[in-house]
Nanobody
Framework: QVQLVESGGGVVQAGDSLRLSCAASGRTFTNYAMGWFRQAPGKEREFVATINWSGGITYYALSVKGRFTISRDNAKNTVYLQMNSLKPEDTAVYYC?????????????????WGQGTQVTVSS
């Protein structure tokens, strides 16, 4: 089992930045690729970003590419999502997820463990 705890969400204005953190515990962190997903009210959960076990490979949704950066610190068992130039359409609950292989995935079905989510609200 892997436990994931997100933090760093909040209420910001358009153009501001936030950094989300996801602390993992329970298993060897480097066995897992990690991902961030988000879900806005009334919408499906959508892919945001993913990172492989070493941090050397990352992928982003087109809607966030160039604004968001995913990274990980394997010594701290933590994955981050740096969000810059936030827009009102980025408002959602953001979820961290762990995948029981080291390679990345775009789909939520590819992940085995999920955090409880953290709310990000961007006002215009």
């Amino acid at each position: 089992q892997v436990q994931l705890v997100e933090s760093g969400g909040g209420v910001v204005q358009a153009g501001d930045s936030l950094r989300l953190s996801c602390a993992a515990s329970g298993r060897t962190f480097t066995n897992y690729a990690m991902g961030w997903f988000r879900q806005a009210p009334g919408k499906e959960r959508e892919f945001v970003a993913t990172i492989n076990w070493s941090g050397g490979i990352t992928y982003y949704a087109l809607s966030v590419k160039g604004r968001f950066t995913i990274s990980r610190d394997n010594a701290k068992n933590t994955v981050y999502l740096q969000m810059n130039s936030l827009k009102p359409e980025d408002t959602a609950v953001y979820y961290c997820a762990a995948r029981s292989v080291g390679s990345t995935s775009y789909t939520s079905h590819g992940y085995d463990y999920w955090g409880q989510g953290t709310q990000v609200t961007v006002s215009s």
